[in-house]
């Protein structure tokens, strides 16, 4: 597939389980060495349970736009099942106020974590579709300043209009729906800014969710190269090849361990994408059980790693890898980049793979 419209952009997955003041340093060198977007993360429950506490990615953001001059802040992913979405257009105004204008991205995911530890599907139905078209129609209105009256089939939203004296931003803020299956990338193509693929994105599944976005976008009436496809890779780098392998090796063993304990069934396509099998990785999700995150990355062999297309290695490996994605259809890199000494990590790829890319 030929590469879309839009121009390629860059930037990191920030898993927000770390200390704020960590989190704040990768930002402030994102920042300097020329990234596009810092995504914020959550998987509260998930990471709670493997010794990590997240942070709240809404509040980080307020930090992280005091911190940083040209860096936009995505929130990748929030849950509307976790925040009413009148309480997302209320966050989204404080961020906006402080990062200005053209520097928010808002990315909104029904989350199979958080519907399986708040009741979605036991307690209540799941129907993540309804809830994500339901959140778009709120916010958006919200955000419009527009009065609403909203009696949908999973949430209310009552509010006035804002009147034309009120001291808030009024910018347009992007909006983007994060998908693993057909019908939510269709969703996306139909009604968001742009979609969000799950960890263990490989270029195969880049072309999937392109080809269930266009479709979505066709039956819509929009033009399908002006919808951003940003796609989660796990991903490190060194001048060492080895070591720049280590760090994609740590994270495609958690998230591969995520697959097979949280996500599913629904990680099917994924998995396909990426020619693994169930069997393959239930190892990885039984080491992470027993042994944590180092010992999942240690069940993580080289041939697994491969199937995942990591964005890892030297520099000259970071370069080949994002070619393929974006030849794919990916037109916002979001780095899962890990491993030791990031900061270091961060400036390697901002001196010798960014300046390559915006050739």
Known sequence: MSTMNLPLRVGVMQLTMEPVEEILEHARALDRNGFDTIWLAEAYPWWRKHSMEARSSTALSALIAKETKDLTVGWGIISPYTRHPIQVAMEVRVTQELVGPGRLLVGFGASKIFMKEVGIGEERPARPLKAMSESLDIVRAVLNGDELDYHGEEFTAVVPPLKPDARAPRDTVPIYVAGTGPRLQAMAGQRADGLLTPSITTPSF??????????????????????????????????????????????????????????????????????????????????????GRLAAAAAVTDDILDKTVPIAGTPADCIEAIEKYREAGCTHVMLELWGENRSAQIELFGSKVLPYLSR
């Open 206 to 291: 880049v072309k999937y969710a392109r080809e269930n976005l266009v479709k979505g976008a066709v039956e819509a009436g929009r033009d399908p190269a002006s919808i951003d496809l940003g796609c989660t890779v796990v991903a490190s780098i060194s001048e060492d090849r080895a070591k720049g392998r280590e760090g994609a090796r740590e994270i495609a063993g958690m998230y591969l361990a995520n697959k097979v304990e949280n996500i599913q069934s629904s990680a099917d396509i994924l998995l396909e994408s990426a020619g693994l099998s169930r069997e393959e990785i239930t190892p990885i999700a039984e080491a992470m059980r027993t042994g």
